[in-house]
T-cell receptor, first 109, second 118 residues
Framework: DSGVTQTPKHLITATGQRVTLRCSPR?????VYWYQQSLDQGLQFLIQ???????AKGNILERFSAQQFPDLHSELNLSSLELGDSALYFC????????FGPGTRLTVL | AQKITQTQPGMFVQEKEAVTLDCTYD???????LFWYKQPSSGEMIFLIY??????QNATEGRYSLNFQKARKSANLVISASQLGDSAMYFC???????????????FGKGTKLSVKP
């Protein structure tokens, strides 16, 4: 158990819809990183938050947004979903090693 | 730009034998971190081992060791005494530079699928 929690574990939705993925970092970790794993793109960094502030952006689409709340949990919002957004979404937290949550498997039909 | 290359899409190893998974990296930074993760078919990403660029000793964690050759920019993972449960995808990753007070994100290679034969 990495100590990073993510909900839900699975999500099935339709094109055009909006979903929210939730992540709680390990106790004491201030950073949250979001990654997307898809068959064609591999593992890609999306966005990082540190103590409530956005710190770095990767290949995150404009349809996607994230935030980190005062209790340090983070949410990744995906809107106007397309078939190609189907992927495994991970969050991670760390002081040094990055420990990953179990992931949310998103299926867009 | 930083890059991680894993040239072995798939590897087979006999149970109880050792196996080396290759990883080369490219960076112009002097300070960086290298990681290996295991992803079984269930999908979770399991942290295995970490090597800092200034660490003089190769990192070891149980049956895992990281063969760090800085001049060659390689960070190969060695798994000793392979077990059936080692069958999984293995990803090499490098941390991008830090942003004042927080650690940078990881960039990943494409992975190597290891199959352990009984």
């Amino acid at each position: 158990d990495s100590g990073v929690t993510q909900t839900p574990k699975h999500l099935i939705t339709a094109t055009g819809q909006r979903v929210t993925l939730r992540c709680s970092p390990r106790s004491g970790d201030l950073s949250v990183y979001w990654y997307q794993q898809s068959l064609d793109q591999g593992l890609q960094f999306l966005i990082q938050y540190y103590n409530g502030e956005e710190r770095a952006k990767g290949n995150i689409l404009e349809r996607f947004s994230a935030q980190q709340f005062p209790d340090l949990h983070s949410e990744l919002n995906l809107s106007s979903l397309e078939l190609g957004d189907s992927a495994l979404y991970f969050c991670a937290s760390s002081p040094q090693e990055q420990f990953f949550g179990p992931g949310t498997r998103l299926t867009v039909l | 730009a930083q890059k991680i290359t894993q040239t072995q899409p798939g590897m087979f190893v006999q149970e109880k034998e050792a196996v080396t998974l290759d990883c080369t990296y490219d960076t112009s930074d002097q300070s960086y971190g290298l990681f290996w993760y295991k992803q079984p078919s269930s999908g979770e990403m399991i942290f295995l081992i970490y090597q800092g660029s200034y660490d003089e000793q190769n990192a070891t964690e149980g049956r895992y060791s990281l063969n760090f050759q800085k001049a060659r920019k390689s960070a190969n993972l060695v798994i000793s005494a392979s077990q059936l449960g080692d069958s999984a995808m293995y990803f090499c990753a490098m941390r991008e530079r830090n942003y004042g007070g927080s650690q940078g994100n990881l960039i990943f290679g494409k992975g190597t699928k290891l199959s352990v034969k009984p």
